[in-house]
């Protein structure tokens, strides 16, 4: 299956003996979540390509360097990556960074943030979080505006923060116009501007756009930016876009437990990631099948958010979905409302979904 | 380099196109630490059959599952595994896992939980550290008994745990003799016993044991077991062995932002050190590359502590660190003193270890 | 002004000097707050009664223990108190005893936890919010259980206390059966029920109820208790209903920087409040003068909440406003709205209540 | 025992009811602690003075406003004084004041922050300390140099402050010289200087200096005054010496629960200390009762440290500590050496001295 050239490893003590551990059914996908893919075979590649050897850890090799150079090419000149370890600890350490010890970061109440990172912000961090009404998950000024006040108040914890997700959990995606209004607004009343980017790959495949002009160019200070579900077995970064406040990254890193000790790994794979087009091939791919999906079941079933990247949320009847967990693993968002949330990936195939179309169609009609 | 077999990618939507990015000499290799090294390949060849095919993120996997069953034969059938992402994260979710909001963890004052974590727990778990003073790196009941005190007074953080690193920041093995003593002391007590195993398969290689006697069968609760020094890409893993304390760890994982989602990936890398003898073969090459440098220097350099796994201390002139420093990465530990640290690691050959104690040899060596 | 009985100072060094230090005018009050006020003489003479001589610190008080009595004969016999500091030290204690580290609370979107804490439950505790729309200030169990889900999924801070306040921060008061309702959901779904009352006096006032009414006998299992806002100088109280959440409350207190050494001098000003019925009276008089307010005002301005207990919520013509602050002292609640909080306290007299009325009443009258 | 003037409470609902709950016995003083002793009467009248009317909050007072010119008169023109509760958190405020996210702090091994705290520096603030060896209760330079490292290194958490005691637990005191030269070596290597004075007073007079000799003076950054044991009821103080510190400890007090809502009692208080000389002499005399018990028995007991202020430590036979404990409340130090600390304060009375010495003496004297 996977053949190692015999570079270095002559002199290993024993000889190599590969065991065969396939438990899995490499050909069996669903719509459940873009982290249930694996890693892009590009990906795979640069991880091989960068074993063997010794290399510094934390940071010291030459995948880390070359890393710095990759995303200063894609958000500009001022900007420092750290890559980290989950979506989690990249919004932790991202909100240290912005946040003083006395803080409050203004959220989306339907975000990631608030939502299912277990508490971490506040119990890492002690970061409180002030959860704000989001329309079709996205933030508003006057929604904004609501909790940005009390900046005097030693009562109050100051609003320092304005944390948004692009894409956001509903699929939706905010136009660059609509990221520097909420930059321009946090930034008038003394705030930094955080942008969780786990799928901001998605939304700049859906916008056109390169990544800096929905981020750097934006206004953003700081982004969290997500690679797992783009193609890469495990890598996130901090990356620091408003060079005022590269102050402690570093260290809130490692005092977040986010430092990688064979950090080349994470490195390698974010180059191959986007020294190329990758990132936005698997992006494009992804948020291509799920438009195919609404297309092919938009007839059938309520879809409820806007498709612009790779999430279908639908409404379907009690016994319609009941049926189609049997055949397919998907998650149900809101199981009171009958609201299913159907996820495509970089590895999604058109026959996949043609396949649950089929079965979205045969089970929602009626005879 | 590396080829892949076809399977499940005809479907992607470009042609894989493969990126030769190897920026590193993959022939060198220094004395810095077990964790410069790469990627054992049988690790390498697990990652690869993991791949391709959808498998439930954050644990709901098949190679989780079967991890399961392999720390459970090498620990006892009441151990429970969750593997996490970094030797901090996994000392953090342990000792949250042992200690109540109140209480104190007695560690060596050399131990990396104190010295080399950035202060994690303290920041991220508000867990209190009584350091105490060890011997060759490892704790005795008589420096432990010294902090053992004031369980009923509200003043003092409640001494709740006493944590040892097996093997010790300073290369040094407890023998199962010792660490039944201490577990009973503390356990006599109404403390818990965590034992910090960054190299654990060091110390087993070294007694030649079963990874078991060592732990479940000396009295330890819980264990942080590293596997990133032994051979993989990135994990480690908190093993409760105490069933009674199994409480809340999978919730403390993910609020200490060690879930990785694709875990599945992290899971088949432990699958192949530890279904077979992989995590032994390693450890034990590694400790023999120490054993021919101590034997080889023992001469011409002190060596400050008991060679008995993978590291080898020794005190050196000024003048020859520096020549040594000039042509093989390695730490200094002890600037003031002269002491430097020399590491071994799975990939480390005897032709590297009788380079560089030529070089030793040369630079300590008067004309 | 004080005579000072000579009993035990005749040995002291010098003289004792008395100094006059009388810095304000003693007969200015005004609709601020209830904590512009100052002590009540019987609890001041209850500081004096308890001085001169040692006691045990901490704690270790007859004055203390005698609280014990009391506190038990106003919440039943399993109750158990834990004298604090501040009232926000009050709640971030009595939440700590009953979250986990992995927990989640969920309280009022305006309740005091989540809007005038600065943060302090976030910050030193960890413990994360859910707030929730309330009505009028009161929670709802429909309200609650949008958010009493995912208690299995280690993504979500499990909720594990619901916290709401007796009076509300808009002076509203639950009914017993409303608390119970609340409670009984609470508990069905495994959460325990903390109740904030900082002005839990008045709500008992306000319906001519017994305290334990509100409290142990409406399923309330942790109640932080007000005395500050009822007449002393400083003190409020964690107390513990449910017994078998009293694990560690003592602890936490330390923990919390809310141990008062000199506690006796706490505990005698409590004794003045709850031994008779001081605190009653208290409540009772800050009721009246609230209800007198709000009949003398009602047809001049629109009164937003119920007035229950000592608050009268009004909205007012920007100018009308502007003038009556340059008259008395008295906080703007919602500024966009017009809407001020005036607050009535243990030592506002009708003769103080007609005057404001009267400007109220001349300030928003057209000519 | 105490009239009350009738000033204000004419207008109140009822009659003022006197209780005398006088439960203890006024004339009992014992050796254990200077928080066994109650309020200095001139500081109980300070509290009447500051009684009756209005007043803001949370420091919007005159007596607040009046304290900052007394901390002034002591500290310096720059000097700013932030009123608190407990000595503990006025240190965790302090620290947190000088720390970042990723800071550390050096300490004496036997400091309160370390030993006395229930670990709330820690668990509160995620403040990492590095205690290490004191002599007699103090830090010394070479002490201090040993953990004054790695500075650059992610891996360590930055030693940021380093935090001594004046007086010292052990009752030592520090001249001003030595704080000088700790404050020296502190600033050289980029750390800021804390000093813990909850018994600053019995320093200052037993150096017979003034407050700024040992802190302003000195390079101390920021102090933690205390004033319980000096003669309060309750009343700490962090000071910030250095105006560029002067960040957030607004904000860190209400954060910490530091923050009291009638401060007015606690400024008084701190005023009818500070403002005259009642400090010293509170200070004076009880370093005066030490002195005349260490003299009364230093013939028939081992003294162990050095009787600068108001604590004598002694080592009796069992048999001795075992009767007088019998006949006085102290506290044992040292349970295994047999090490006793005996207390003295304001309101010890040279009889108080007499008599305990003589039965030191009849229990430690052979027949």
Redesign the interface.
């Known amino acids: 299956?996977?053949?190692?050239?015999g570079?270095?490893?002559a002199?290993?003590?024993?000889p190599?003996?590969?065991?065969?551990?396939?438990?899995?059914?490499?050909?069996?996908?669903?719509f459940?979540?873009d982290?249930?893919?694996?890693?892009h075979?590009?990906v795979?590649?640069?991880?091989?390509?960068?074993?063997?050897?010794?290399?510094?850890?934390?940071g010291g090799?030459?995948?880390t360097r070359?890393l710095g150079e990759v995303f200063r090419a894609h958000f500009g000149d001022t900007a420092r990556v750290f890559p980290v370890?989950?979506?989690?600890?990249a919004n932790?350490v991202a909100l240290?960074a912005l946040c003083?010890?006395?803080?409050?970061v203004i959220c989306a109440d339907s975000g990631h943030i608030h939502?299912?990172?277990?508490?971490?912000p506040?119990?890492?961090?002690?970061?409180?979080?002030l959860?704000v009404a989001a329309q079709q998950g996205k933030l508003t000024v006057p929604a904004i505006r609501a909790e940005a006040r009390g900046f005097d108040d030693?009562?109050?914890?100051?609003p320092q923060v304005v944390s948004l997700a692009q894409a956001t959990e509903l699929g939706t995606v905010y136009t660059p116009a609509e990221i520097r209004e909420i930059a321009g607004f946090a930034h008038d009343h003394g705030m930094y501007v955080h942008l969780d980017g786990s799928r901001l790959a998605n939304a700049a495949a859906h916008l056109g756009l390169p990544l800096r002009a929905l981020t750097t160019d934006a206004g953003v200070d700081v982004l969290s930016y997500g690679g797992?579900?783009n193609g890469l077995?495990?890598g996130e970064a901090v990356v620091v876009l408003n060079p005022a406040v590269d102050r402690?990254t570093?260290?809130?890193?490692?005092?977040?437990?986010?430092?990688?000790?064979?950090q080349?790994?994470?490195a390698?794979q974010f180059?191959?990631l986007l020294?190329?087009d990758l990132w936005r091939?698997n992006a494009?791919?992804a948020n291509?099948m799920a438009t195919r999906l609404h297309r092919a079941v938009r007839h059938d079933v309520e879809v409820v958010y806007p498709v612009e990247t790779n999430a279908v949320f639908a409404r379907l009847p009690e016994q319609a979905l009941a049926r189609l967990h049997d055949e397919f693993?998907f998650y149900d968002w809101d199981t009171a409302a009958g609201e299913a949330r159907w996820m495509t990936?970089?590895?999604t195939?058109?026959?996949d979904v043609d396949r649950f179309a089929a079965a979205v169609r045969a089970h929602t009609r009626r005879p």
Chains 1, 2, 3, 4 share one sequence.
């Open positions: 299956m996977l053949s190692i050239s570079i270095g490893f002199a290993l003590p024993q190599v003996r590969m065991t065969d551990m396939i438990l899995h059914d490499r050909e069996a996908r669903g459940a979540s982290n249930y893919s694996g890693i075979p590009e795979l590649t640069a991880i091989a390509d960068a074993n063997h050897g010794h290399q510094g850890s934390y090799d030459v995948y070359r370890l989950t979506g989690t600890g932790v240290q003083s010890r006395w803080g409050s939502v299912d990172e277990g508490g971490a506040e119990k890492t961090a002690g970061l409180k979080l959860p030693p009562h109050r914890a100051q797992t579900k077995l495990l402690g570093d260290r809130l890193r490692k005092t977040s437990m986010q430092l990688a000790s064979k080349r790994f994470i390698a180059i191959a020294a190329g091939r494009t791919h291509a693993p990936s970089f590895d195939t058109p026959e």
